[in-house]
């Protein structure tokens, strides 16, 4: 449903208040939607006009004629008068709601405790003459407090439900009960935060007890001011006092309290121009107690009608219809901010203060003396709403999918992907470029950017890499939450991917030891002599061509069809996952146990992130899409030669709950308090190594029209850039606006024929000394040739020079000078590592100019191209190979997909990140060779073919001296050491 942002101004347009709210010395009166907010010359008189009351004339006018409220003939006129009109204004401002959002529907919840009474009559009554529906909750008259509680939170939760009224006795509307019900749905006004902004003033953004706001109009004369009136609250204590005297004093009265069974009540009234008695006991006033004119008003009576409609006053001066008017307007209120609440909401980002020390400390060091926003702050400054967040602690939350339904009309901001030159082993920092950019975008720009990351994988943490959460001033933080565990999306992908892998073996073992009628009665029993197909289970037999519903009457060759999936053990592809680096579980044999009966088989680990389902997650746009993913997902080939899916398995049910709440992007913040979506984390040398479509799309809409996005790509622009563009954007329909391409001069320097860099050792002179000869090289041969397979695309290139304190100047300007020469945009040196987002500042801006010119995104090959010519396409255009030679295992793997109907995925190529060929070794733009594809494999469910060019490992080893010896806890305070 499309929730119409100009509901709010012809709301304020067309809303009617009482006619002695339209006159005043000279105030314009606006609406009571949100953000209609009083002006004129009243002052503090304002809120009482917003709340639907006013504020009357000044004080030199004529004194009101209180009596008249007094006259049975005039009373009821007055009420009359005043009901009418608030229906009215409320009926028009409730039509203009539902004429601009057609699928709206306006739902009431009461919560009433015993037989219902006249007054819940009325305002039932009074709903329905405003075309409100009403759902009841009709709990005992002994109901417990708990029993009230736990109503209140389910209607806080339905969003179907835009208020809640408490038809309770005042004995069980607890503090408890009234800190449970949201402010936003409190419709009487009773909650703390809605008295607190009645107090300040701010109810634009509140309500105005509907009790309260009826005995303000009735003490409005029609044409007179009640600025300097003094006004006594006799009994009662509690919300509807503590409104009272608020709004009196606001309107320019003085309000007095008294208790009526004082000695000095008597002498009270005869002093005040008005009485009003709050409380449920009845007392009367006798009339030679009030001065001439005074007024008495009984807020515990009220108002009955008969069948013409007619106002009629019971025997006290009732109030009850006109409160209940007031509460259904409040309902209607609370309508129209939740629309406007639907709408995008412009940033409040409050950035955090960095003071960057020198040295650089560690970056744990750093991270831990950054406090963090709290998470739900950080949420609503950049437009999240409170029923869209999960949080997890303090510092970390997931975000609801909803959120896309929500702002599905808004436009997306700019999309910039963060690619890299080939990289050393060491790493060039695209994470902390990534990083220093928004936080130079957002926090000194004052631009509304988002950073979409990836999730580390646990292995790399312990083994020798480090960690993916940037570094220096440029990083996300906490730092050790975000490297560690998180919210536990890998741990549930390695349960999901582990399941598969217990039901492969388990389905082969049963399928080798029984009967085709004892699998069937097995995989459907009878269960109170009944005996179903599970849904799952009628899924396979339609793919099997079997119409019927009834397992009685399937055919022994059904049954044998049904029952057997026939895995050939030699062709199971599906492997366990551990999020370890763990090289003794690359090749394993499983089922030696003798209960295992004979069923052992060859088989390996990968590392988590090494997992189709990973893939999956990263590119499924929703929940449904992802359901449908992992049934897709090939684990293996039947001796005949068919793909067996996780659906025949069973398992893809099972596997979308074990991933319902991981398919939710990880809200976190930069040490400079600008937001990053952190999410997904597939292998970037056999998967396409890019944080999750959701993220970005989440992202995109967050920042609005003129935001950035910035998300990053695995390795290098020949690998992760590439997947980029021909699968995630495929995938997601997103397209690019720019591209920044990290480069240092260390890794310019080893392409320009430097020593061999290797994680752990010291660093060679010629990384540490000026070389302007090697930093030439480098950039005419791997810089040069990045730029250029950006330009494959069509989209243009900056480069960022991520600056070390080893690099020169000279060397520093000769990079940038000659990466525009090979065809950038632009090329800046950074700093951020050392200055954070001030470091920056020149990349943001030179990335917010390339993305105001026009790009010509294109993919680089058609889906519907031959397997081998994609293949082929890549490894020409992209590494700049002569040709492709493929074994005749490769060759056998392609006739099969393309017989089996997968030849129109797209290729996502499996090769190493350290040089743009298949050889490690050959650095810079390696030409003359010809790319080997030694095997081919297809993740159908993630929806691409991954050639495997050389020799890959899905599972890394540790070092001899992992990070491990250095990771430590201190048991007093908690705290993590080591952690780079």
């Known amino acids: 449903m499309a929730l119409k942002m100009s509901v709010l101004r012809s709301a304020c347009r067309g809303l009617r208040v009482p006619s002695a709210h ?46 008249r409220l007094t006259q049975k003939g005039d009373e009821a006129e007055n009420y009359g008068n005043y009901l009418r ?31 219902e009474d006249d007054l819940l009559e009325i305002n039932k009554k009074m709903a329905g003459k405003i075309g409100l529906n009403v759902t009841q909750i009709c709990l005992s008259k002994e109901c417990t407090e708990d029993e009230i509680v736990e109503e209140v939170l389910k209607l806080n939760e339905d969003p179907r439900v835009h208020g809640v009224y408490l038809h309770l006795p005042p004995s069980s509307l607890s503090s408890r009960v009234l800190d449970a019900l949201s402010s936003q749905k409190d419709v009487d006004g009773m909650t703390d935060l809605n008295l607190g902004r009645l107090m300040r003033g701010d109810v634009s953004r509140g309500f105005v007890p509907p009790a309260a706001g009826a005995v303000m109009d009735l003490l409005e004369s029609h044409e007179v001011s009640t600025w300097g009136k003094t006004v006594l609250l006799a009994g009662g204590e509690g919300p509807l006092k503590a409104s009272l005297q608020c709004l009196l004093q606001r309107g320019g009265m003085v309000a007095l309290s008294a208790q009526r069974d004082s000695q000095s009540f008597q002498n009270q009234v005869m002093q005040v121009d008005a009485v009003v008695l709050l409380g449920t006991d009845h007392v009367d006033i006798p009339p030679k107690w009030l001065k001439p004119g005074a007024a008495v008003l009984h807020c515990d009576s009220i108002l009955t009608s008969d069948k013409q409609e007619d106002i009629r006053l019971s025997s006290q001066n009732g109030m009850g219809q006109l409160t209940a008017a007031y509460r259904m307007q409040n309902m209607v209120r609370s309508t129209s901010r939740w629309i406007q609440e639907q709408q995008y909401q412009p940033w409040s980002l409050r950035s955090l203060k960095l003071q960057p020390l020198t040295p650089v400390p560690s970056d744990i060091e750093i991270s831990r003396a950054q406090a963090p926003k709290p998470v739900d702050h ?75 990351l990836r999730q580390p994988s646990q292995g790399p943490t312990f083994g020798v890499k480090g960690g993916a959460a940037g570094g ?218 890019n944080s999750s479509v959701l993220a970005d799309k989440l992202a995109l809409k967050l920042v609005g029209r003129d935001g950035f996005v910035v998300t990053e790509a695995g390795f290098g622009a020949d690998i992760g850039m590439e997947k980029f563009f021909n699968i995630k954007c495929r995938a997601s329909g997103l397209r690019p606006s720019v591209v920044v391409l990290v480069a240092t001069v260390r890794a310019l320097k080893m392409h320009g024929g430097g020593p061999n860099v290797s994680a752990g050792a010291p660093l060679s002179r010629e990384y540490i000394d000026e070389n302007l000869s090697l930093v030439a090289v480098g950039c005419h041969s791997n810089l040069k040739k990045q730029i250029q397979i950006a330009h494959l695309f069509g989209v243009p290139v900056v480069v960022a020079l991520n600056v070390f304190k080893t690099d020169t100047q000279a060397e520093i300007d000769l990079v940038c000078q000659i990466a525009k020469e090979c065809g950038a945009s632009d090329a800046v040196p950074c700093h951020h590592w050392a200055q954070g987002g001030r470091g920056s500042v020149e990349l943001a801006r030179a990335v917010k100019e390339a993305t105001s010119r026009p790009s010509n995104f294109q993919f680089l090959y058609d889906l519907e191209m031959p397997i081998v010519e994609k293949i082929r396409t890549i490894a020409q255009k992209v590494y700049g190979a002569d040709d492709i030679k493929l074994s005749p295992e490769a060759e056998a793997k392609i006739d099969d997909y393309t017989r089996q109907g997968y030849a129109s995925l797209p ?40 050639p495997l060019v050389g020799t890959m490992s899905t599972m890394p080893g540790l070092p001899t001296r992992p990070c491990f010896y250095d990771i430590d806890l201190d048991p007093v305070t908690e705290e993590i050491t080591g952690l780079f």
């Open 472 to 689: 220096g001033y440029a990083q996300v933080i906490p730092m050790e939450e975000f490297n560690l565990h998180l919210t536990g999306d890998i741990h549930a992908i390695t349960a999901a991917n582990n399941l598969v892998a217990a039901a492969i073996d388990a389905r082969m073992l049963h399928e080798a030891t029984q009967t085709d009628k004892a699998l069937y009665s097995r995989l459907v029993p009878s269960v109170n002599g009944v005996r179903r197909f599970s849904p799952i289970q009628i899924s396979r037999l339609r793919r099997l061509g079997i119409s019927t519903s009834d397992p009685g009457s399937l055919t022994p060759q059904e049954v044998s069809a049904f029952v057997r999936l026939d895995l050939d053990p030699s062709k199971v592809t599906w492997q366990r996952v551990v999020d370890t680096n763990d090289r003794f579980l690359r090749k394993i044999t499983v089922g030696q146990a003798s209960t295992e009966k004979g069923q052992a088989r060859e088989t390996g680990f990968d590392i988590a992130v090494a997992s189709e389902i990973m893939a999956i997650l990263a590119l499924a746009d929703g929940l449904g899409d992802m359901k449908r993913r992992l049934g897709r997902m090939v684990v293996g080939t039947s001796r005949s030669g068919k793909p067996v899916t996780a659906e025949d398995l069973g398992v893809s049910g099972a596997l979308a709950v074990l991933m319902k709440d991981a398919i939710k992007p990880t809200l976190m913040q930069t040490l400079e308090g600008t937001p990053v979506f952190v999410h997904a984390g597939p292998f970037a040398n056999i998967a396409h190594g």
């Open 85 to 115: 009109e608030v229906v009215q204004s409320t009926k028009e401002l409730m039509g203009t709601l539902q004429r601009d959002n057609p699928g709206l529907t306006l739902v009431l919840a009461i919560i009433q405790a015993g037989e």
């Open 22 to 67: 339209r006159r005043g010395t000279g105030a314009r009166i606006l609406g009571l939607a949100e953000g209609c907010v009083p002006v004129g010359p009243a002052g503090n008189r304002d809120v009482l006009r917003a709340a639907g009351t006013s504020a009357g004339g000044a004080s030199s006018r004529a004194a009101p004629n209180f009596g």
């Open 378 to 452: 950080l949420a609503r400054e950049v437009g999240l709403l409170p029923q869209e967040l999960e949080a997890y602690g303090r510092t970390k939350a997931k975000v609801r999918l909803s959120l896309l339904d929500r702002l599905h009309a808004q436009p997306d901001g700019k999309y910039v992907l963060v690619a890299g030159i080939t990289p050393t082993p060491l790493g060039e920092g695209k994470s902390t470029v990534t990083i220093g950019l928004v936080q130079a975008l957002s926090a000194h720009l004052q631009l509304n950017s988002f950073a979409c």
């Open 907 to 946: 290729i996502c190529m499996a090769k190493t990140h350290l040089s743009l060929s298949h050889m490690p070794d050959r650095k810079g733009t390696p030409t003359g060779f010809t790319l080997p594809i030694r095997d081919i494999r297809a993740s159908v469910g993630a929806g691409f073919i991954y």
